[in-house]
């Protein structure tokens, strides 16, 4: 893997001999002999990734040029920290500090000419042992390296897709469903990889089973689980489908305290938890007292790898379900699919298709990810496929089949271009039970510099590119989607990222500080520090470029670099500091000149210093759901900065939530060209050149608006049509009165995905019927006279529609063929809606249908019944006569509804949630009873 580093300190070299920076004479010289030399280990490197965990010679001759490499471009940086940090303090214009600051660069040129000069001497003599007796040559280091766009959206594809699931899956709903009023343990056991977490996610997600569980939570363990954290994320779960806020005291609650809490919650219930794998006994037998049996037919999942842990829990009541491999026709099945994209295998590869699936001993994880390896290989030639089975096929035969996956695994992995293995790698840093935020990871991987630019791209979307090739390489999983369809959050499958974590440590990728007593290498380049500080070694050599915190429980909230390591810390490039017990700036961030991304997410930052200018390379600096509320005007001094991310929610109640705070800056914003995503700024003062100001940043794709004026809007229109790169658009007006002026857009962004639309609208924008990539709409105290839907029934890719205080008619007419895409439709307030008309072809994708405050809305909307894929009906605070008309026992208009598995009536009741249940179970829920909710509340009381 050392040709990452080698192909990112190229381009490095590159650039300092095109900028002509003035060294010493023949350092550039040397620079050109260096840069020749690596380029020419290049082609070898290429493929000594595949041989160099079998032999150790070449694995220590790979990692002697990766430390070169590593060392050449510390020289690079050093020097031009040194000459950033000379040239501030040499500014003064007197003769005396000019003579200084010449006598200081000149040093700082003789220095690093005086490293490189060392550098090329030890480049020389590893290059005299280059490794030509391996074979490696240019030509068999060529590697393929079309993108898997065939295989369709990879954000389509699930993990969950896979044969031979259907018969565990009843097998299992049937042992939930049994007459049985204790409570059940269902331990799913087996080797990493069958598909545990799959086939438990699988039943879990079933409507049937969310309709009989209605409390239900899912609780991931992990091999370093911590009690007290478990417990807490369990109490969280179940609080936020009940539809209240946890108590704030349970982020100081012992595990004893915690237990009995969730006791309480529980005890009146019928539940359903899973426990996602679990590797001790003892975590079981510390969380069952938690658990009640309350004679209600209450189940608990539990998934394993260890035997001893599925007995264990079985022990009193339960059964062990042990999950087998894949028979020989399913593993072909799947291969196959996964392979060649749905078709059957080519005749003339059958034979060795056969041979290398036999490897995978039936390992439905081990299956997927050779397949993706394959996939991108020329099918036309099999001498290619007859050589990847000879790569490892004698290797592999008798061995542990555990050890089998893992070198499947690693051929997957080893196949991979090298700019997809640092960004697999990557994510090594983030804890094994963390979801990774799409966006976050994404402008990580460009920071690290892991991304290579592409003509006509920006960097995002190529690294957008490159995470979905490792989804569909199966290399990665999506956890949560949007409502629009897209990723966003994703994670590694253990195993993969058993592999992976142990090659980053191999290569010394990143060191990973979880506990007090790990082996740390040499120097560290990238640190991940997770729950606590202390685990960190003070007597090592820092390098450091990456440094993350994750769940920190420290105490001190004082956060300082010296606290992490004394030296080392200069060529910082990502300080991620999210989640963080912060509460003010640390004043050393501001001396990181190479910084590129700074997070104080989720801390108590209040205030952003001056000095925050020097950062001149910064390209993303999110202050998301902290406490500032002002940036200063040398924010705009920062031109390289591409995402500008600063808002927060302020919750006076469940029932209410306040509109996002953004924050002030009284600099002229449109100096900050680079900006992609630019939210939310607050424009009441100095609103109109401020909306001015905006029309000159026309590489924004994510554009949010607070606090707007009427007087504003004309200004804002022309702005806006020149963004011509916008893909999100959030407005909202000073108050719910004020009216939104946006109609005299005659070039509307046509590549815009989200709208966000809060305050008046005397009439509906025109454009927006133009815009054809719309996939969401949100509009809040519009108060249209006139029917909106008819603006936006044929937009072609709407998937998610919300309206609040919308519309003052007394009808919504839904017609045939309309709305052919709409997968989630929201309706709150509209107090003068009487009636609902669906027609039969309407909507016909539908799958959540949210209404609520709507007071004179008495009738059940005509043609419900119409709507075949709706997964669930919400209605809050609505009329008692519409709900009687849907109750199960005599409800005129049940039967309108009963192919929908949830269909809920709520009402907010003195401080609390009053749930009934309209399906045929017709139970009534109350708050006290510790119900919670399947679905999120309607995001319309977020925006």
């Not at 493929?47 to 001759?61: F, G, I, N, S, T």
């Not at 409390?215 to 363990?221: D, E, G, N, R």
């Not at 953004?662 to 600099?667: E, L, Y």
């Not at 002229?668 to 001015?692: H, N, R, T, W, Y």
Request: proline share 3%.
């Amino acid at each position: 893997m050392a040709e990452s580093p080698v192909s990112f300190l190229l381009d490095k070299l590159t650039t300092l001999l095109q900028e002509e920076v003035n060294l010493q004479r023949g350092v550039s010289d040397d620079i050109r002999h260096i840069k020749g030399e690596l380029e020419r280990h290049k082609a070898i490197l290429r493929v000594a990734d595949a041989l160099e965990d079998k032999d150790h010679e070449l694995q220590e001759w790979i990692k002697r040029v990766r430390e070169i490499a590593y060392e050449m471009e510390d020289a690079i940086d050093e020097f031009n920290v040194r000459l950033v940090d000379q040239h501030m303090h040499g500014s003064n214009s007197s003769l005396t500090h000019k003579i200084v600051f010449t006598w200081k660069t000149l040093k700082a040129r003789r220095q690093i000419g005086s490293h490189i000069q060392e550098i090329k001497s030890r480049l020389d003599v590893i290059s005299m042992e280059r490794p030509s007796m391996y074979g490696i040559g240019s030509r068999s280091s060529q590697r393929l390296s079309s993108r898997l766009d065939s295989q369709g959206d990879a954000l389509l594809l699930e993990e969950a897709d896979l044969v031979g699931i259907d018969t565990p899956k009843k097998q299992l709903s049937d042992l939930l469903f049994k007459d049985e009023p204790n409570r059940d343990v269902i331990a799913i056991y087996g080797m990493g990889g069958l598909g545990k977490t799959t086939l438990a996610k699988q039943v879990y997600d079933d409507p049937k089973v969310k309709k009989r569980f209605r409390i239900h939570a899912w609780v991931i363990v992990s091999q370093s689980f911590k009690l007290e954290e478990l417990l807490r994320d369990l109490v969280q779960q179940l609080y936020n489908v009940i539809g209240k806020p946890a108590p704030e005291a349970v982020g100081q609650m012992r595990s004893d305290k915690l237990k009995e809490v969730i006791k309480n919650l529980l005890q009146r219930s019928r539940y359903l938890i899973v426990l996602d794998d679990v590797w001790h006994v003892n975590v079981w037998d510390s969380v069952k007292y938690a658990l009640p049996n309350n004679s209600r037919g209450s189940r608990v999942m539990l998934t394993t790898r260890k035997r001893n842990v599925a007995m264990s829990s079985c022990a009193e009541f339960g059964k062990v379900y042990n999950l087998e491999f894949l028979s020989e026709h399913e593993a072909w099945s799947l291969f196959c699919r996964k392979t060649f994209q749905g078709n059957s295998c080519p005749s003339h590869l059958e034979q060795v298709c056969w041979n290398i699936l036999k490897l995978c001993g039936g390992l439905p994880l081990a299956i997927v990810a050779i397949s993706g390896a394959l996939a991108t290989r020329d099918k036309t030639n099999i001498e290619e496929w007859q050589m990847v089975c000879r790569s490892f096929g004698a290797e592999m035969e008798g061995n542990d089949k555990l050890e089998d996956m893992k070198k499947v695994l690693s051929l997957s992995f080893n196949e991979l271009p090298y700019y997809l293995k640092s960004c697999l790698l990557y994510l090594s840093i983030f804890p094994e039970f963390h979801a990774i935020e799409h966006m976050r990871l994404i402008r990580l991987w460009i920071a690290e510099g892991f991304v290579v630019g592409e003509d006509g791209k920006t960097l995002e979307e190529v690294a957008d590119s490159y995470l979905k090739e490792l989804l569909n390489r199966s290399l990665l999983q999506v956890v949560q989607k949007t409502s629009d369809g897209r990723m966003k959050t994703c994670r590694m499958h253990d195993l993969i990222r058993e592999i992976v974590t142990l090659k980053s440590k191999n290569q010394n990728f990143a060191t990973i500080a979880k506990e007090p007593d790990i082996t740390w290498p040499d120097k560290v380049r990238r640190l991940s520090v997770i729950n606590t500080m202390n685990n960190i070694q003070q007597n090592k050599t820092f390098q450091l470029r990456s440094l993350l915190m994750f769940a920190l429980s420290d105490a001190n909230h004082d956060f300082s670099l010296h606290a992490v390591c004394s030296t080392g810390y200069r060529l910082l490039r990502v300080l991620d500091l999210q989640d963080s017990p912060l509460q003010v700036f640390p004043a050393q961030v501001v001396n990181l000149y190479l910084l590129k991304f700074l997070s104080l997410k989720n801390t108590k930052v209040k205030s952003i210093p001056a000095s925050i200018k020097k950062l001149q390379h910064l390209e993303t600096l999110d202050l998301k759901h902290s406490n500032v509320t002002e940036l200063p005007v040398e924010i705009v001094e920062l031109q390289r900065l591409r995402h500008l991310l600063v808002y927060r929610y302020e919750i006076e109640s469940y029932a209410y939530f306040h509109s996002k705070y953004g924050f002030k800056v009284s600099a002229p914003i449109g100096k900050m060209q680079s900006l992609q995503k630019l939210c939310f700024i607050e424009v009441d003062q100095g609103s109109k050149a401020l909306m001015i100001e905006l029309g000159k940043l026309t590489q924004l794709r994510r554009l949010g608006i607070r606090k707007m004026r009427r007087e504003d809007g004309a200004a804002l229109c022309f702005s806006i049509e020149k963004m011509i790169n916008l893909r999100s658009l959030s407005i909202t007006a000073i108050n719910e009165d004020e009216i939104i002026d946006i109609h005299c857009i005659s070039k509307p962004p046509q590549y815009l995905r989200q709208l966000y639309l809060s305050g008046r609208l005397e009439k509906f924008p025109q454009w927006i019927q133009s815009l054809k990539n719309l996939a969401k709409v949100h509009l809040k105290w519009s108060r249209l006279k006139e029917d909106p839907l008819v603006y936006l029934q044929d937009l072609p890719n709407l998937r998610h529609l919300e309206f609040l205080q919308v519309y003052v008619g007394d009808k919504l007419h839904f017609r045939a063929d309309k709305f052919q895409n709409l997968k989630v439709l929201g309706l709150d307030e509209i107090d003068g809606l009487k009636s609902m008309i669906m027609e039969e072809g309407a909507m016909p994708g539908l799958k959540k249908l949210i209404i609520q405050r709507c007071g004179a809305l008495r009738q059940v909307p005509l043609g419900i019944e119409h709507l075949s894929k709706l997964k669930s009906i919400e209605f809050f605070d609505m009329p008692e006569e519409l709900i009687s008309a849907l109750r199960p026992n005599g409800g005129k208009d049940n039967w309108r509804v009963q192919h929908v598995p949830v269909v809920y009536s709520t009402y907010w009741r003195d401080g609390g949630w009053d749930v009934y249940s309209l399906d045929t179970f017709g139970e009534r829920e109350t708050d006290s009873s510790a119900v919670m909710r399947s679905l999120e509340l309607p995001t319309l009381w977020k925006v």
